[in-house]
């Protein structure tokens, strides 16, 4: 497929991606934007492992959607009978993820929501940075990057998704992982089947005083074990402490 990427104007890029899908990008971006514009992909492990993951009607929460990339591949894999909820607190980075939503024709599969998710519902302080967008959150920045700050909403997965099936959790949100699932009990509970693929940054983590150590011990008090996403795309069983010295990797909280 041929690729192309087209300036459109308000420091916006059109691209394609690998998989065919059109996404809006911010051109002040340095974090996502140059490897989607240049090379059509982002993280091709995790990629590779969600297109494993995701099945026809499967239901998906993404926390932390960015302009879409994720949301818009596991729309394609679950169909039109499934659902992906796709969450960004970024107003910048949320008016791209609706325009690369509508242009892929996915608005009946994909419901966009602009809040954060957290471990109760409520108004947060967000950090957006002005170039690493990626790296926008909830909490402290841990880089040198010049930032905003705004108010938000957030909301508890409990909350917004009382009693109904989820399949999938996708979180990237910098360090709220472990507020995240604190907001997710009863999900989680009344979910057996359900897998999280997560980032885990152990800078992000004690950013908001939390440990890698504090997150696993709760997941494992929810059932879950941790399988670190190899960047060659092969799953291992990990621990706090290699994950700690990693720094920055991906893993699946499976159960058994």
Not at 3 to 19: A, E, F
Not at 40 to 51: K, R
Not at 140 to 147: I, V
Request: negative net charge; aromatic residues 8%.
């Amino acid at each position: 497929m041929e690729r192309q990427s087209v300036y459109v104007g308000n420091n916006t890029v059109l691209t394609r991606t690998v998989y065919g899908h059109k996404l809006y990008v911010s051109g002040d971006d340095i974090s996502l934007a140059p490897h989607l514009i240049l090379d059509g992909y982002w993280e091709p492990w995790i990629t590779n492992m969600i297109q494993k993951m995701v099945l026809p009607g499967s239901t998906i929460i993404d926390i932390g959607a960015n302009v879409g990339y994720y949301s818009l591949i596991m729309a394609s894999l679950t169909g039109e009978q499934g659902k992906v909820y796709s969450f960004e607190a970024n107003p910048r980075t949320f008016d791209l993820l609706q325009k690369s939503i509508a242009i892929n024709g996915f608005s009946s599969r994909i419901l966009a929501e602009q809040r954060a998710v957290y471990s109760h519902s409520g108004t947060l302080t967000f950090h957006c940075y002005e170039r690493e967008q990626g790296g926008s959150s909830i909490n402290q920045p841990t880089c040198s990057e010049p930032y905003s700050t705004i108010e938000v909403s957030a909301i508890s997965l409990d909350e917004r998704f009382d009693g109904q099936r989820i399949d999938l959790i996708k979180m990237d949100a910098e360090g709220a992982e472990l507020a995240i699932l604190k907001g997710a009990r009863k999900l989680l509970q009344a979910n057996p089947q359900i897998n999280i693929v997560t980032e885990i940054n152990k800078g992000a983590l004690e950013s908001a005083g939390h440990s890698v150590a504090k997150l696993l011990q709760f997941a494992a008090e929810q059932g879950f074990s941790p399988l670190l996403i190899a960047t060659d795309g092969t799953l291992k069983e990990v621990d706090a402490p290699e994950l700690e010295r990693l720094g920055v990797s991906d893993i699946i909280l499976a159960r058994d």
